[in-house]
């Protein structure tokens, strides 16, 4: 069960695994996501499910390395399993044909981006993928995202790739050149608050997925509580993916930094 089929290494601290997975492959959606363990006191991490094969019965997740958990499932090599996967958990994204949509990917954002773009454009939309890091290393997915895409663009910190300049920069000179039914940001909270401030400007309607702030993933620990709209929100049930206008992302940071030393001294 849950056996690792393929590992393939994107960036130092950044591994994507292909795990046996037949039922979750065959029932999830763009927007779910699993809690995998590695290891029978291991942790429960949330990952979103960057893709599955139905035929093969697998789900691919991609794990940066932060911690003592996620540094055990970025160790495990092909043959090796995870000793909890479940799912699939959380509210599936919501497609339809909207007309342009311009997806925006920060980082490892770019793995639960990429099932929301290939359904966005199998629904019969126009869309724009804008990858964003801070150098072309880790920069992950392209050729990927480049099949289900009319465009890609590839913004760069350090204009080591693509362009010179943030995630931002390239939203808005899609929105000044041509209309935009639909954004949808995935990466890290600051990112996903300026993408936001940049298309509220247009009026121009934003989707954004809050996974990083999960831990339990089922509702009980109330860690990833967020105010929507001035409501309480807890993502792993509600979400993950809420309008991205209406999002309290300052109050999301302060959450986020909890336990920035507990990982750095990790």
Do not use: W
Request: glycine residues 10%; proline residues 4%; negative net charge.
């Amino acid at each position: 069960m849950n056996k690792i089929v393929s590992k393939e290494h994107f960036s130092e601290h950044v591994v994507k695994l292909v795990v046996e997975a037949p039922m979750i492959a065959h029932s999830r959606r763009p927007g779910h996501f699993v809690i995998v363990r590695a290891g029978e006191g291991g942790e429960r991490i949330p990952l979103t499910i960057a893709d599955a094969d139905t035929e093969r019965g697998t789900i691919t997740l991609i794990i940066q390395e932060v911690g003592v958990s996620t540094k055990k499932i970025c160790a495990l090599e092909p043959g090796d399993s995870l000793t909890d996967v479940v799912g699939p958990l959380g509210q599936a994204t919501h497609i339809e044909k909207v007309g342009t949509v311009v997806c925006c990917g920060g980082g490892v954002g770019v793995a639960p981006l990429l099932p929301i773009i290939k359904a966005m454009k199998e629904a019969g939309n126009r869309v724009v993928s804008i990858l964003a890091a801070r150098n072309s290393e880790l920069i992950i997915l392209e050729e990927e995202v480049a099949k289900y895409s009319d465009e890609v663009i590839v913004m760069t910190d350090d204009g080591s790739a693509g362009r010179k300049g943030l995630v931002t920069a390239g939203v808005e000179s899609v929105i000044e050149r041509e209309k935009v039914d639909l954004v949808v940001a995935i990466g890290p909270a600051v990112m996903m608050k300026f993408v936001a401030l940049t298309t509220k400007k247009y009026d121009v309607p934003t989707m954004c997925s809050l996974n990083t702030i999960m831990v339990d993933g089922t509702g009980m620990c109330g860690a990833c509580r967020v105010t929507v709209d001035g409501k309480t929100k807890f993502v792993c049930i509600d979400g993950p993916e809420f309008d991205a206008h209406k999002v309290d992302f300052d109050e999301m940071m302060m959450r986020l930094k909890s336990y920035s030393f507990e990982t750095q001294k990790k």
